[in-house]
């Protein structure tokens, strides 16, 4: 439930925003717990006061907030490892892969993030920059590669 997003408020009581992605799989997890004999309610809250209101949206928002401060985190690692692989001059094809994988992991998880990011968490407009600039210091750095190793991308060499 907490990959959709949701917040639980009490134990094994939660709030999830009114999607069709995740009513969809709400409505999924309700059957599974059903057939296998346990019990399930689903609530539907047309409105809440405005005091309720903003207290969720702040709950929402700290989850996000979590994981959008971890992802941060993993962003500056990212540019540490590249920064301190130019500084030594290791250009290598080897490089490229392993930094590649672990960009691919940055991307993925950013946006997982922002599928559950329902109510604009502050912290998203950081995280893309940051998750941007990964993207730049890390186009320059395969540059450096090819200009090292002598090949230009897209370009086939003969053996």
């Known amino acids: 439930m907490k990959s959709l997003g949701v917040v639980y408020i009490q134990q094994s009581v939660c709030v999830a925003?009114?999607?069709?992605?995740?009513?969809?799989?709400?409505?999924?997890?309700?059957?599974?717990?059903?057939?296998?004999?346990?019990?399930?309610?689903?609530?539907e809250v047309n409105k809440f006061t405005a005091e309720?209101?903003?207290?969720?949206?702040?709950?929402?928002?700290?989850?996000?907030?979590?994981?959008?401060?971890?992802?941060?985190?993993?962003?500056?690692?990212?540019?540490?490892?590249?920064?301190?692989?130019?500084?030594?001059?290791?250009?290598?094809?080897?490089?490229?892969?392993?930094?590649?994988?672990?960009?691919?992991?940055?991307?993925?998880?950013?946006?997982k993030i922002m599928k559950r990011d329902f109510f604009s968490c502050p912290n998203s407009l950081q995280a893309k920059q940051l998750l941007d600039e990964c993207e730049q210091k890390f186009g320059k750095f395969i540059e450096s590669v090819y200009a090292s190793e002598g090949n230009v991308e897209g370009e086939i060499t003969k053996d």
């Open 52 to 111: 309720t209101e903003e207290q969720l949206f702040e709950l929402f928002n700290k989850q996000r907030i979590a994981e959008y401060e971890e992802l941060l985190e993993g962003c500056k690692n990212f540019l540490n490892e590249i920064e301190t692989e130019t500084r030594k001059g290791k250009f290598t094809y080897h490089e490229v892969e392993e930094n590649e994988a672990e960009f691919g992991k940055l991307k993925r998880w950013h946006k």
């Open 17 to 43: 925003p009114d999607t069709a992605e995740v009513t969809k799989k709400i409505q999924s997890i309700k059957k599974l717990i059903e057939s296998s004999e346990g019990e399930a309610l689903l609530l």
